[in-house]
């Protein structure tokens, strides 16, 4: 495992692929969650260039079709992903994730997995067609899934069925936060195999009884101790998880800082929780 900014999940706002990575690099980052599309746009070698300049990995990228919207849109990114997987390839990053809305207002639940399964899968295959992993984050917190008519995949077991349905390469971006928002355990991350791993985000929690947090009030990881974080990464070292782990607080603190505190910040937490991991 190793530890990955990206600036966007802590409120920086960085201009390029070069900015962002002299900062992952200033700030002790081993990683860097970039954007595929402006990769695309340098090139494979410029971007490779500045990767090994800086010493920083490219670890992974935004998961590029928008599954959500008009059919439209949908078929256009479809379209455009068969180019962006190979830069993606050839850049040796093969990990990309996003996250699956828990809840509807329109669409039951077997509608809703339908949708989602008719959506991913042609994306999932043209992925696999590189050797990419595609991650789904499922959204745990109470609050939110049960904020619509009709409740979505919100844990690790019903994220898992998802996956199964859009494709062999298709995992889970793990959440500290939302593992400990549905009530999981260690021993539910112990039923992983690596390759179901694809991305990892760790942030703790206010000190709030579980089923009262909400999902964009959260803290920098090791900063309430809310959330067995170390026992999070542990596990996922157990297992064979060896991809990066960043940092999505949602904290207004943070988000308020000048662009190299907030980084310095997160990357103090980041270490923080990886020496309570003995990692």
């Not at 479809?78 to 699956?100: D, H, M, N, Q």
């Not at 077991?157 to 995992?171: D, I, K």
């Not at 909400?214 to 596990?235: K, M, S």
Request: glycine content about 8%; proline content about 5%.
């Amino acid at each position: 495992m190793f530890r990955s900014l990206s600036p966007g999940a802590i409120g920086v706002k960085v201009s390029s692929l070069a900015e962002g990575l002299e900062l992952a690099a200033r700030h002790g980052f081993e990683g860097y969650h970039f954007s595929l599309s402006e990769a695309a746009q340098l090139g494979v070698a410029q971007t490779a260039e500045l990767a090994a300049t800086n010493k920083v990995r490219l670890a992974a990228w935004g998961f590029p079709v928008n599954f959500r919207g008009s059919e439209a849109d949908w078929k256009r990114d479809l379209e455009a992903l068969p180019a962006l997987a190979r830069v993606a390839g050839e850049l040796g990053v093969r990990r990309t994730a996003t996250w699956i809305v828990p809840c509807s207002d329109e669409l039951t639940y077997e509608e809703n997995f339908k949708f989602h399964a008719t959506r991913l899968k042609p994306a999932a295959a043209i992925l696999a067609g590189e050797g990419i992993h595609l991650g789904l984050e499922y959204i745990g917190p109470k609050t939110l899934w049960s904020s619509k008519k009709y409740p979505f995949a919100h844990t690790m077991e019903q994220m898992g069925e998802l996956a199964q349905a859009a494709g062999p390469n298709v995992g889970f971006l793990l959440d500290a936060w939302h593992w400990y928002t549905a009530g999981e355990t260690i021993a539910d991350l112990e039923q992983l195999s690596p390759q179901q791993a694809v991305d990892v985000h760790v942030n703790d929690a206010p000190d709030l009884p579980r089923e009262q947090q909400v999902d964009n009030v959260r803290t920098l990881p090791g900063e309430t101790g809310v959330i067995d974080i170390a026992g999070f990464l542990q596990t996922l070292k157990k297992i064979g998880y060896d991809g990066p782990v960043m940092v999505e607080p949602f904290s207004e603190k943070v988000r308020q800082l000048p662009a190299e505190e907030a980084c310095a910040a997160t990357a103090a937490a980041l270490q923080k929780v990886w020496r309570q991991a003995g990692l």
